[in-house]
């Protein structure tokens, strides 16, 4: 941009700023090209794998219905949904180049993908969620799912893409914010396709687990 200021009728200042423009408005120049090694196009032949930029994404089926069937045979009048948990393992490709795991993998509704980013949204618990890759025990835990599994018990029909979910890749931008005395909270406010470097893991969904914790009230007359 470039600004100019009448000071008097024979001074002027002129003043120079360089900005990024982030509005929705503004075309995309990213142009990326990508060419998968033999390898790796066998290895996504026999397990389920994500890589970035471009590549590979994948999918899962949550068991939504078993999930409700077993929480009514066990819960009563006074029983709270605590929390729902959904931990992946996920191991690193073996490579030449050191390509590592992407740091964040978000999990959303595959029927909501491409909106999530065309419009620019944030996880909401209910259809997305993310996760931060645990080097230590191998796997993305997605731990704030309790939201998605009572809105289930609020519907009177589990369909196919109340189950169907992708495995994508992301980077998180975080801003904080004082949230106290001499404290700072991380706020995210922006989940973006990841794009920064070459990443990719291969996940192990038959070790997939599901934890639903609840709290149950019994009373006896």
Do not use: W
């Not at 931990?87 to 050191?98: H, M, S």
């Amino acid at each position: 941009l470039h600004y100019t200021k009448h000071i008097t009728a024979d001074s002027t200042t002129h003043m120079r700023k360089a900005i990024m423009a982030v509005t929705p408005e503004v075309v995309n120049n990213n142009n990326m090209e990508l060419s998968i090694s033999p390898q790796i196009k066998s290895l996504a032949q026999t397990a389920p794998i994500v890589m970035a930029p471009l590549g590979y994404n994948t999918e899962v089926t949550l068991p939504a219905q078993d999930l409700l069937n077993r929480f009514r045979s066990q819960s009563g009048d006074y029983t709270v949904v605590n929390a729902m948990t959904f931990e992946v393992p996920a191991e690193t490709i073996e490579n030449d180049y050191d390509i590592k795991a992407p740091n964040y993998m978000l999990l959303v509704r595959k029927d909501k993908l491409t909106d999530f980013f065309a419009t620019t949204q944030i996880n909401d618990d209910v259809t997305s969620f993310y996760a931060i890759y645990n080097t230590a025990r191998k796997s993305y835990t997605f731990s704030a799912m309790r939201g998605y599994f009572t809105d289930l018990l609020k519907k009177d029909k589990i369909t196919a893409a109340d189950c169907e979910f992708v495995l994508v890749p992301v980077n998180l931008n975080v801003e904080y914010v004082q949230s106290g005395y001499n404290t700072n909270e991380a706020v995210v406010v922006a989940i973006v396709p990841y794009v920064d470097t070459p990443a990719m893991v291969k996940f192990d969904l038959d070790k997939a687990k599901i934890k639903l914790t609840y709290s149950k009230q019994t009373i006896n007359n």
